[in-house]
């Protein structure tokens, strides 16, 4: 007797448990929501990021149209498709998608949370089961992919050591075939929001080794530089297609290694004074 007694008790138990679990929505009408997942982009990447607008409901003879806001700090970072703050699931679709697509700005600004929010004055109710507490808002991160710089480190006057590396020609340099000095001066360059940038001039008293109003790009992601103009023209001899570059901060070092032509390896170094 107790034996059978004991199997009602768990008969109970487990038939109370599974109602409790039980979620029921009394939403005839239907109701929409956002997908669940969270979401990060890099500015740089190729592809959007989607977003899609759920519709819970049996059918959708005639579609939905859904009003959606996207807010952030800084708009000017990414674009929104579609961008009228309104989408249509069409008749016969359950979903649709919201695109944020980020734009590569080659500032170093930090990463970017951008919230997409269903709106609440919609025709039919929001979040899931319409009940308005989950599944309202989805927050997409768009990762900074520019490495900050000091760039005020690489203002100033910088002398100037170059030379050939190997070769017949090392360890000398331009400066010794031509009986030249070289010495140039950074500046931060005019109009450039990105704090990267530097314009070279060649010091008063000394030779041109890379033509005045150069400038200078530092990629503070791979620790290298480029010129905005392309490989830079050395010593009014060749242009430099350099194979590597590096530069210090706390030195205030400039470094670009390479063939010169076909004179051999060689190497410029700026050091700030």
Same mark, same amino acid.
């Given at each position: 007797?107790?034996?059978?007694?004991?199997? @009602?008790?768990?008969?109970?138990?487990?038939?109370t448990?599974?109602?409790?679990?039980?979620?029921v929505?009394?939403?005839?009408?239907?109701?929409?929501?956002?997908?669940?997942?969270?979401?990060?982009?890099?500015?740089?990447?190729?592809?959007?990021? +989607?977003?899609?607008?759920?519709?819970?409901?049996?059918?959708?003879e005639s579609?939905?149209?859904?009003?959606?806001?996207v807010?952030?700090?800084?708009?000017?970072?990414?674009v !929104?498709?579609?961008?009228? $703050?309104?989408?249509?699931?069409?008749?016969?679709?359950?979903?649709?998608?919201?695109?944020?697509?980020?734009?590569?700005?080659? #500032?170093?600004?930090?990463?970017?949370?951008?919230v997409?929010?269903?709106?609440?004055?919609?025709?039919?109710?929001?979040?899931?089961?319409g009940?308005? =507490?989950?599944?309202?808002? &989805?927050?997409?991160?768009i990762?900074?992919?520019?490495?900050p710089?000091?760039?005020?480190?690489?203002? =100033?006057t910088f002398?100037?050591?170059?030379?050939?590396? #190997?070769?017949?020609?090392?360890?000398? $340099?331009?400066?010794?075939?031509?009986?030249?000095?070289?010495? !140039?001066?950074?500046?931060?360059?005019?109009?450039?929001?990105?704090?990267?940038? +530097? !314009?070279i001039?060649?010091?008063? =008293?000394?030779?041109?080794?890379?033509?005045d109003?150069?400038?200078?790009?530092?990629?503070?992601c791979?620790?290298?530089?480029?010129?905005?103009?392309?490989?830079? &023209?050395?010593?009014?001899? &060749?242009?430099?297609?350099?194979?590597?570059?590096?530069?210090?901060?706390?030195?205030?070092? @400039? %470094?670009?290694?390479g063939?010169?032509?076909?004179? $051999?390896?060689?190497?410029?170094?700026?050091?700030r %004074?």
């Open positions: 007797m107790k034996k059978y007694i004991s199997l @009602i008790v768990l008969a109970f138990v487990a038939l448990s599974c109602e409790e679990d039980l979620l929505y009394d939403t005839p009408d239907g109701f929409i929501q956002l997908s669940a997942e969270s979401g990060s982009i890099t500015e740089d990447a190729a592809t959007s990021i +989607v977003t899609q607008v759920l519709l819970g409901r049996g059918t959708n579609g939905v149209t859904v009003s959606f806001s807010t952030s700090s800084d708009p000017s970072r990414y !929104v498709s579609p961008s009228t $703050g309104t989408i249509d699931i069409p008749a016969g679709e359950f979903s649709a998608d919201i695109e944020i697509t980020p734009i590569d700005n080659f #500032a170093a600004d930090g990463d970017l949370d951008v997409i929010e269903l709106s609440s004055g919609n025709s039919l109710p929001i979040g899931i089961g009940e308005g =507490g989950f599944n309202t808002t &989805r927050t997409i991160t990762i900074d992919n520019d490495c710089v000091d760039i005020n480190a690489f203002v =100033g002398t100037v050591f170059e030379n050939f590396t #190997a070769g017949v020609n090392s360890p000398n $340099g331009l400066s010794d075939f031509f009986n030249e000095s070289y010495q !140039v001066e950074l500046a931060l360059a005019p109009g450039d929001t990105s704090g990267t940038k +530097v !314009v001039t060649n010091s008063v =008293g000394f030779n041109e080794y890379i033509p109003g150069t400038v200078m790009t530092f990629l503070a791979s620790g290298t530089v480029s010129f905005d103009a392309g490989f830079p &023209r050395v010593g009014d001899f &060749r242009t430099f297609a350099y194979t590597d570059s590096s530069y210090d901060e706390v030195a205030g070092v @400039i %470094q670009c290694t063939p010169l032509a076909t004179f $051999g390896p060689y190497q410029f170094t700026f050091t %004074q």
